[in-house]
């Protein structure tokens, strides 16, 4: 088997990797005490805090698959980075360090390469100094363009955020509106034009913000670590998604329609298909995460931000109800697009 640098020498150059090596040693970085040894030796080093756990994540962005061919650099960076932070914030944790592997296709020119691993490179640093992370090691190789990202972080032993933990009669909270980000990919991509046709210039670029710019919700997560019974990260849609924590904890829920925070820029839809895209549309990174109805009060206060979207079961399965002031009065609804399956 090749070792890391043999591989490196036969795919690229040794000019052109230390060009490509010159973007990621960015004096300016993070500089962590907890790093002994960062970039440049055959490992990094890292002495970690005794008295916290360590959790870690890894997510591989591939061009054409899962973001558009034509993204700019800044975006597959930022995204890159943001949705391996979203899988630190679902778990209550506290982002620490994280590698890189950037695999490039030929281009054009030196040019065009130079600019796109400076627009690419700043905007990861940019991210990364936002969330004290920093980068310790990393890997380049000529291919077709794709980002794997791993980070880890430090997690308190106390923290209780798992998919197994939901019971019967939580509250379930999600962070912040969706369908945005798939409403960005339909803008992205051309597609189903009659479902951003009434938007504005300004709204399309705030759906496109939110496709390639997602927020990881690393403050909130923080501050759920040892209330909340269960969380995720919304990778999928709402539908998909939900229905890990239920399989994971043994519990059914029900979800109230109209309760379901929608996005502003879907609002060339309908109800119905504003509440389909919302549910299953995918890549909006906000948080799912349910607790006891006591806790709900003093996290509403603090994040008034967040919505309650329905309720933990005993029952078995997912329930969509539209709201009658009875229980008895909510008609059933179902959804029938499938979950986010990206666009490849
Ligand atoms: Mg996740």
Redesign the pocket.
């Known amino acids: 088997m090749l070792t890391l640098e043999s591989e490196l020498r036969e795919t690229m150059s040794r000019s052109e990797f230390q060009l490509i090596q010159s973007y990621f040693s960015d004096p300016e970085q993070v500089s962590r005490s907890d790093i002994v040894l960062g970039i440049g030796d055959d490992c990094a080093i890292a002495q970690p805090r005794k008295q916290s756990n360590l959790a870690f994540s890894i997510d591989t962005l591939i061009s054409g698959v899962h973001f558009p061919d034509d993204t700019p650099p800044e975006a597959i960076a930022y995204k890159a980075l943001a949705v391996n932070l979203?899988?630190l914030a679902?778990m209550g944790a506290e982002p620490a360090w994280f590698t890189l592997s950037l695999s490039l296709p030929e281009m054009q020119c030196d040019k065009s390469r130079e600019e796109w691993l400076e627009k690419f490179s700043l905007s990861l640093f940019s991210l990364a100094k936002e969330h004290n992370i920093q980068l310790i090691g990393g890997d380049t190789t000529k291919g077709a363009l794709s980002v794997t990202i791993q980070v880890s972080g430090y997690l308190d032993k106390s923290s209780g955020m798992r998919r197994s933990g939901a019971k019967p009669d939580d509250l379930i909270i999600v962070t912040g509106p969706l369908g945005g980000a798939a409403i960005g990919l339909d803008i992205a991509l051309k597609q189903n034009t009659e479902q951003f046709s009434c938007l504005s210039e300004h709204d399309k670029q705030d759906a496109l913000n939110a496709l390639n710019y997602p927020k990881a919700r690393i403050k909130e997560g923080l501050s759920l670590q040892t209330i909340a019974h269960s969380a995720?990260?919304l990778?999928d849609g709402l539908l998909s998604d939900l229905k890990h924590i239920l399989k994971a904890s043994n519990v059914g829920a029900e979800l109230i329609l109209e309760k379901i925070p929608l996005a502003a820029s879907l609002t060339c839809l309908d109800k119905q298909a504003a509440w389909e895209k919302a549910l299953t549309g995918g890549d909006d990174y906000e948080l799912c995460f349910t607790l006891a109805k006591d806790d709900w009060p003093a996290i509403k206060e603090q994040y008034p931000q967040f919505i309650e979207v329905g309720i933990i079961t005993s029952q078995k399965g997912l329930r969509l109800l539209g709201t009658g002031r009875l229980p008895h009065d909510r008609q059933e609804y179902k959804i029938k697009t499938r979950g986010y399956d990206h666009f490849g």
């Open positions: 979203s899988d679902a995720l990260d990778s």
